[in-house]
C-alpha cells in the first residue's frame, strides 16, 4: 500500500509524541543510600583530679572542670582520660564520634563561662599499663583533634561531630580538658552509658 509523504510524516510524528508521552508516563523509582553498618567500641573514662594528683578514677562519666586555684591562676582541676581497647585487628577506620543531645534545661551537662574544651590524641595506655595518666603523669601527648563548644542553654539542636579518623590500633587513647586561655571557671558532666551521649569510636564501617 502506498502512503504519501505528507501522511507518512505526520504518522511518524504522532508516533513519536505517542512515544514521548508512553516514556513520561512510567514512574522514577529513586533509590536511597542505605546507612553504613559500624562496629563500635564504647570507652573506658577516667577522671583525673588535681587534689589526687597521683591517683587515677575510673568511672562511667564525663567530667572536667576549670577552678580558681586562689592563687591568680584558673586550672583545669579535673580532667577525663579516655581509652578504647581490644580494637580487633582487622579493624579499618577508626573513627572517633561525639554525640550531644538536645538541651531540655539550661545547664543540664555544663555551665560556663567556660566551656571550651579540646580533644588531644595520647600514646596508647590501658588501666594497668605503666603509661596509664594521672594528673600528675601525663602521657604523651600527640596532636589537638577538636576544640568542642558545649552549649549550656536550651536548644533543640543535636550534635552528631566526628572528632577524628585515623588509621585502628589494638589500643587508642584521648585526653580531654578546658582550653587554657579561658580566663574563667566552668565545668562539663555527663552520664556515659547510652547512645544518646558521649564518645563512640566506629570501624569498619560499610
Known amino acids: 500500500m502506498f502512503i504519501s509523504h ?4 505526520h504518522l511518524a510524528l504522532l508516533a513519536l509524541v505517542l512515544g514521548i508521552a508512553h516514556a513520561e508516563s512510567v514512574p522514577t523509582k529513586t533509590v536511597g543510600r ?48 579516655m581509652t578504647f581497647t581490644n580494637i580487633p585487628q582487622t579493624a579499618t577506620g577508626c573513627t572517633l564520634k561525639l554525640t550531644i543531645p538536645s538541651i531540655t534545661i539550661e545547664s543540664m551537662l555544663g555551665e560556663g563561662p567556660a566551656t571550651l574544651f579540646g580533644v588531644w590524641s595520647t600514646e596508647p595506655w590501658t588501666r594497668l599499663s605503666r603509661e596509664a595518666p594521672t594528673y600528675a603523669r601525663r602521657p604523651l601527648f600527640g ?13 533543640s539542636d543535636q550534635m552528631e561531630a566526628i572528632i577524628a579518623t ?36 566506629v570501624y569498619n564501617c560499610f
Open 34 to 81: 542505605a546507612q553504613p553498618s559500624c562496629e563500635t567500641v564504647e570507652p573506658e573514662l577516667y577522671i583525673l583530679n588535681s587534689s589526687l594528683p597521683d591517683t587515677i578514677i575510673e568511672g562511667s562519666k564525663f567530667m572536667i572542670q576549670r577552678t580558681w586555684d586562689g592563687k591568680n591562676n584558673y586550672i583545669n582541676s579535673l580532667i577525663t582520660a
Open 166 to 201: 585515623n588509621i585502628c590500633s589494638e589500643t587508642m587513647s584521648f585526653w580531654m580538658e578546658h582550653i587554657n586561655w579561658q580566663p574563667a571557671e566552668g565545668w562539663v558532666h555527663w552520664q556515659h552509658g547510652n547512645n544518646s551521649i558521649g564518645f563512640r569510636l
Open 143 to 155: 596532636e589537638l583533634l577538636s576544640t568542642i563548644d558545649l552549649p549550656t542553654q536550651v536548644t
Open 6 to 9: 505528507c501522511v507518512a510524516t
